[in-house]
C-alpha cells in the first residue's frame, strides 16, 4: 500500500521508510507529488498534532497519509520541551543551537532522566484513523558525543546500549527508538485494519 508522509524532517523520512518497507508499506515523499505542505502544530498534544498534520496531507493528496510527532521530555524540565521540541529556543535556530541550549538549561542538574516520545497517525481517504505510540528512556548526556543521527539525537543517551542515539548505527536506533516502538505498535493496527478491509499488503 502507498502511504504518503506527512513530513519534511529527512532524519525522520530516512527512518520511517526503512521501518514501514518491512511492512509493506511503500512510503511517498510529497516531493515525489511535487507538492510542499506546511502544517502549523497548533495541537497540545502529541496526537493532537500528528494528527493534524496527517488530516492535512490526506485532504490535499486524496491518498492515506502518515505522520509522526515526536519530542523530548526532560525530567528536571518537568517533561519541557514535550510538544515544543521542535520550536525550543524560538524559530530559526540550528538543530546544534538547540541542543546547546538545553544543555545550559541543564547545567548543575544532576537529575538527567529524559525520554524520546513518538506517536505516529495514519489518516485515510475514508476518514478513519490509526495511531499509536513509543516511548524510548534515557538521559541527557553533559556534552554532545556522536556524528550520526538529527536532531536531539547527539546529548541523548541510552544506558542499555551506552551511547546515545548519534553514536549508534541505523540499526541499532531502529531497534530502541520511540518512533520504531510507535511504528511497530501502529503495524499491529494497520494489520488488523487490513484484514478487517479485506487489503492485502505485501511484504
Ligand atoms: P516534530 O517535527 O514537531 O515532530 O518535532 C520533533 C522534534 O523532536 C524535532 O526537533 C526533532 O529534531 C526532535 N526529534 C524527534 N525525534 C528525534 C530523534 O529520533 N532524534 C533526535 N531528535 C528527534
Known amino acids: 500500500m502507498k502511504i504518503v508522509l506527512a513530513s519534511h524532517n529527512p532524519g525522520k523520512m530516512k527512518e520511517m521508510s526503512t521501518i514501514l518497507a518491512a511492512f509493506g508499506v511503500e512510503l511517498v515523499l510529497q516531493s515525489d507529488l511535487g507538492m510542499h505542505i506546511e502544517v502549523e502544530e497548533t495541537g497540545t498534544t502529541f496526537r493532537e498534532n500528528a494528527l493534524l498534520k496527517a488530516q492535512a496531507v490526506m485532504k490535499a493528496t486524496q491518498m492515506p497519509a502518515i505522520s509522526d510527532d515526536s519530542g523530548l521530555m526532560v525530567d528536571a524540565l518537568n517533561g519541557a520541551p514535550g510538544v515544543y521540541t521542535a520550536r525550543y529556543g524560538g524559530e530559526g535556530l540550528s538543530d ?90 501502529f503495524h499491529s493496527e494497520f494489520e488488523k485494519y487490513c484484514r478487517e478491509k479485506n487489503i492485502h499488503v505485501d511484504k
Open 96 to 185: 546544534t543551537e538547540r541542543y546547546r541550549l538545553l544543555l545550559s538549561a541543564l547545567t548543575g542538574q544532576t537529575n538527567r532522566a529524559a525520554h524520546f516520545y513518538s506517536c505516529i497517525a495514519c489518516v485515510f481517504p475514508t476518514g478513519e484513523v490509526l495511531t499509536a505510540q513509543g516511548v524510548c528512556d534515557g538521559t541527557i548526556a553533559f556534552a554532545p558525543i556522536g556524528e550520526d543521527g538529527f536532531g536531539y539525537d547527539p546529548i541523548f543517551f541510552v544506558p542499555k546500549l551506552r551511547k546515545t542515539f548519534a553514536q549508534m548505527t541505523a540499526e541499532e536506533k531502529n531497534s530502541i527508538s520511540h518512533r520504531a516502538k510507535a511504528l511497530a505498535a
